[in-house]
């Protein structure tokens, strides 16, 4: 089960790159969506991890706060996608870019933190 979601995680973060490209607006609500479910992934093995004794609630803890940095750089990331699909204006636009960029960042980090735990635990 553990490998699933290993390998469902990967699956996801490719499934990041090869979305195909309808619109903008389409692209962008895709890649948030693959990102919010690679954040739910991650999360729900953290805690497996924890039911099963193989992290500490320190670690738990940590993975959490990170978490919760994403969420709420997603959030933001949402916000402007939906004010730039209101607006169509360019700035509107580069305002989600710079929202996605920094949600990315974060997820980045958060996915850094967790997987030497989710790989030991696979193991």
Request: proline share 1%; with cysteine; net charge positive.
């Amino acid at each position: 089960m553990k490998m699933n979601k290993i390998s469902w995680l990967s699956a996801a973060a490719l499934a990041l790159f090869l979305c195909a490209c309808v619109t903008f607006t389409t692209d962008a609500y895709r890649t948030l969506v693959v990102s919010q479910q690679s954040y739910d992934a991650t999360l729900s093995a953290m805690g497996d991890l924890y039911r099963e004794g193989k992290i500490t609630e320190a670690q738990k803890d940590e993975a959490i706060k990170i978490g919760r940095a994403y969420k709420l750089a997603h959030n933001g990331a949402v916000a402007s996608l939906a004010k730039y699909e209101e607006t169509k204006q360019e700035a509107d636009k580069n305002a989600y870019a710079q929202a996605a960029s920094t949600a990315s960042a974060a997820l980045a980090k958060l996915i850094a933190y967790c997987r030497p735990f989710i790989e030991k635990g696979v193991k």
